[in-house]
């Protein structure tokens, strides 16, 4: 039996693993990350004592699992070749779906990536720039998607911000070379 996704059954490849029931707000400026634990100048720090351990350990897996290989492993795991694919869905379902996923890379954050990704798209609106770029910043995360797909072993547990999601998010290196000291 191939192991391939045939369009009949398409929409039955994914069990979703429950989730706790989780309020999304309606007025996005209410949506607070670490606002009330936190300095301004506090945010988007990453370091050892005062990150999360999640965090730390999400960056220092990355850093050893992200290998040439691993990259090969993935690149025939999510090929489209011979009409492979894991399951078509629109924008607005996939978005959908995000609403189960939260970012064990982002260390002021533990909501469901959807509601970054309208806090991103919002803030743009407000400061004045183009739709093109609101638009911009509604997608940028679309491609965690794989966490649908993906286990803890290659690095795609999106289910809980504790899951191994070192090859979900983060900040992106280049692969086969020698990581710079500064």
Excluded at 123 to 134: N, Y
């Amino acid at each position: 039996m191939s192991s391939e996704v045939s369009p009949a059954t398409i929409n039955q490849t994914q069990t979703k693993q429950a989730q706790p029931d989780i309020e999304i707000p309606t007025d996005f400026q209410s949506i607070q990350t670490n606002a009330g634990t936190k300095e301004l100048s506090e945010f988007r720090t990453y370091d050892d004592t005062t990150s999360p351990a999640r965090v730390v350990e999400h960056y220092r897996d990355m850093r050893t699992f992200q290998t040439v290989e691993f990259y090969k492993q993935m690149e025939e795991k999510y090929s489209f070749e011979n009409g492979k694919f894991r399951r078509m869905m629109t924008i607005e379902e996939a978005l959908e779906e995000l609403e189960n996923y939260v970012d064990a890379s982002d260390p002021d954050l533990d909501l469901p990536n959807l509601l970054h990704l309208l806090q991103t798209a919002e803030g743009i609106r407000k400061a004045g720039h183009p739709d093109w770029l609101q638009l911009t910043g509604l997608l940028h995360d679309m491609g965690k998607i794989m966490f649908l797909w993906g286990t803890s072993e290659d690095g795609q547990d999106g289910y809980s911000p504790n899951g191994k999601q070192w090859a979900l998010g983060g900040d992106t290196f280049v692969l086969g070379c020698q990581i710079p000291n500064e």
